[in-house]
């Protein structure tokens, strides 16, 4: 039973938008906050953003994407977006949609549930 399915990864250029999409089972929609990571090559999986709330939303992003990244969710369709603008190289990574933080948003092990993750590639 898949729980969480991102989708809306692909190549673009340094510069373009995009908008990731993360399909959530309705149950953990509706229960918990839910945020995105991403893992670079070689590199650890870090956290980029995250909301809670269902009707009041509070957002928490990481430095590197304040200002470029949006996280946002779409209550009737059980689905968090994560847009990109004016993308740059360094954001090149597989994105991963998770939900049930317990403690801090920023550390992946404390997130109970994870999707399958969607490529991202930002050429320069």
């Known amino acids: 039973q898949v729980q969480l399915a991102e989708s809306g990864g692909r190549l673009v250029e340094a510069g373009d938008s995009l908008r990731l999409s993360c399909a959530a089972s309705e149950d953990i929609f509706r229960s918990y906050p839910m945020g995105w990571f991403r893992q670079a090559p070689g590199k650890g999986r870090e956290f980029v953003a995250a909301l809670n709330g269902i009707r009041t939303v509070s957002t928490f992003y990481a430095d590197s994407v304040k200002g470029r990244f949006t996280i946002s969710r779409d209550n009737a369709k059980s689905t968090v977006y994560l847009q990109m603008n004016r993308l740059i190289p360094e954001d090149t990574a597989v994105y991963y949609c998770?939900?049930?933080?317990?403690?801090?948003?920023?550390?992946?092990?404390?997130?109970?549930?994870w999707g399958q993750g969607t490529q991202v590639t930002v050429s320069s």
């Open positions: 998770a939900a049930d933080p317990d403690g801090d948003y920023t550390r992946d092990r404390d997130w109970a549930y």
